[in-house]
């Protein structure tokens, strides 16, 4: 598919089905997002049919952070992961050519952001690609938010618009550097790539019974370096990280099909509908009908505009 490409850096179809906005330049040029040469960005809902595709020595790194709804990296190399919300995938100018693409029934709602080359925000030891991790609930929601307030202070363009804008965008790349340049022991920097491919094979079978002895066999590591390695990145156990996998997945199967619920509880491995139930609800402050009724009236809201 990248020979196609030889002449351009990149290849988007993007159906107008769902939300899309891009960063105007009086956007990108607001002191934050220029002293980091951001060159383009914006936020989405993409639906299956949209897909992306750069090609190798681009000239400029890519940082794509998912949102919710999961979306499919495909490497000029042949190899592939899965991303999944509080993934951060960040390509550097010298990068491989891949492919982006929405995986699964529910938009893939992600941030992406675009850089020239020298820019501060991408280390100099990402030669090709890497992924990393924010936290899915909290910093998902906040850079959502922050996106949001973004794109509405542009388009109000009142007296305090120019600072609010930048006032975002600092935090924003804030957000970025950290999960980029994470914090902590060098040990913890080379777990994160391991730990997102990891967490994307744990996602394509949420029917196994995981056991946090098979997660460590994968990544070469005893029971209690996972362990450590989960708290210190993530700041939860391997237990809750998967918790949080099958809760994300049960949303997705809950928002757009009509599988019955103990089917979707079945398919993220409960046996028992009442367990899921009460643990969908701990996790998302309602239940599972409750909860495909709201995407059903927000689908119904979406489709009016």
């Known amino acids: 598919m990248y020979k196609d490409m030889k002449h351009l850096k990149e290849i988007i179809h993007s159906p107008q089905r769902y939300e ?19 060159r383009h960005g914006g936020y989405g809902l993409h639906d299956i049919d949209f897909y992306v595709e750069r090609i190798a ?3 400029f790194s890519a940082v794509v952070i ?20 509080g993934d951060v995938f960040v390509s550097s100018p010298s990068g491989q050519g891949h492919r982006e693409e929405t995986e699964g029934p529910e938009p893939w709602e992600q941030l992406w952001l675009l850089f020239s080359e020298g820019s501060a925000i991408i280390p100099d030891t990402i030669e090709d690609y890497g992924v990393f991790q924010i936290d899915a609930k909290r ?11 973004i794109i509405d202070e542009d388009l109000y ?3 305090t618009s120019f600072k609010s804008i930048e006032l975002s965008a600092e935090l924003l790349l804030l957000i970025i550097q950290r999960a980029i340049r994470p914090a902590g022991n060098m040990e913890n920097r080379l777990h994160h790539s391991q730990l997102a491919l990891l967490w994307s094979e744990v996602a394509k079978d949420m029917k196994a019974p ?8 994968m990544m070469n590591c005893s029971r209690s370096q996972l362990t450590r390695i989960c708290n210190e990145i993530y700041h939860k156990s391997p237990g809750q990280k998967i918790r949080e996998l099958k809760m ?10 009509s599988v019955p619920i103990h089917e979707v509880a ?9 367990l899921f139930s009460s643990s969908f609800a701990s996790y998302t402050g309602m239940g599972p009908r409750e909860f495909r009724k709201m995407k059903a009236e927000e689908e119904t809201s979406m489709r009016k505009r």
């Not at 899309?20 to 951001?38: C, E, G, I, T």
């Not at 994300?248 to 099909?257: R, Y």
Request: hydrophobic content about 40%; overall charge positive.
């Open 66 to 85: 998912t949102l919710s709804g999961r979306g499919r990296f495909t490497m000029e190399d042949g190899s592939s992961f899965l991303a999944v919300p």
């Open 266 to 274: 079945e398919a993220v491995g409960f046996s028992s509908l009442s």
């Open 157 to 159: 363009e009142g007296s």
């Open 210 to 217: 995981w056991r946090v002895e098979d997660l460590a066999r």
């Open 248 to 257: 994300e997945n049960a949303k997705i199967l809950l928002s757009g099909s």
């Open 139 to 149: 910093e998902t929601a906040f850079i959502r938010e922050l996106v949001r307030n």
């Open 20 to 38: 899309q906005w891009h960063l105007s330049p009086r956007v990108l040029d607001v002191y934050p997002f220029r002293l980091a040469k951001a």
């Open 57 to 59: 020595c681009r000239g």
